[in-house]
């Protein structure tokens, strides 16, 4: 099963930011997916002078208010643009709720990343109704639509367009705009949206 890449998104969107400003910190608030984690990346990401805040292992599993504790101050620090990666079901949704008095101080945008070929996001119905679900128990308003869309390695440019094509009729029906594209970095495709080039950190563990 491929992932909606949220990951991969926070990760280059956080090295990104760090080319043109100082302060970058990536929080990592992914309680969800024992693969692909941002924390992972924690020793590279603070060679390049980003602060990798997460909670500590022991307690990743822990009260939400120990998860708030540990990474709440970053999002109200003004001097830091901060990337948060957060778990993509309805666990990963409350533990953002949970830091929303953080949030709600901070200028923020909210962005959903959508993968076509994941299940349960095949069409505009089943995500329509994920976006409504994760913005409820996260208690935020989404901002942004992500297309990225893919089938691993085997990715070419007619899944990309498929995937843009389901989500622009997704941003059409809700009114939420697209942000971009996700694609690797080793991919040349130009389509509706703005492209995103990543490079790519996660690995299969299979």
């Known amino acids: 099963m491929f992932g909606s890449g949220k990951t991969e998104i926070s990760l280059n969107t956080a090295l990104n930011l760090k080319r043109d400003v100082e302060h970058v910190a990536l929080i990592d608030i992914d309680v969800i997916s024992p693969y692909f984690r941002s924390r992972d990346e924690k020793s590279y990401l603070e060679k390049t002078g980003i602060k990798m805040v997460t909670a500590p292992d022991a307690y990743i599993h822990a009260d939400l208010p120990i998860i708030a504790a540990e990474v709440g101050g970053y999002l109200s620090n003004e001097e830091y643009f901060t990337v948060a990666d957060v778990g993509g079901n309805e666990d990963g949704a409350i533990v953002l709720g949970s830091l929303k008095n953080f949030l709600d101080k901070s200028k923020k945008s909210v962005f959903f990343v959508i993968n076509v070929f994941r ?17 409820q128990s996260a208690r935020v308003k989404i901002d942004y639509l992500i297309n990225n869309s893919n089938i691993g390695s085997e990715t070419g ?20 705009p697209v942000a971009f594209t996700a694609i690797s970095n080793d991919i040349d495709y130009s389509g509706t949206f703005p492209v995103f080039k990543m490079v790519k950190f996660m690995k299969n563990p299979w």
């Open 157 to 176: 440019a007619e899944e990309i367009e498929n995937g843009e094509e389901i989500v622009k009729a997704v941003s059409i029906r809700t009114g939420i």
């Open 119 to 135: 299940p349960f996001s095949s069409n505009e119905d089943e995500i329509i109704s994920n976006i409504l679900r994760i913005s």
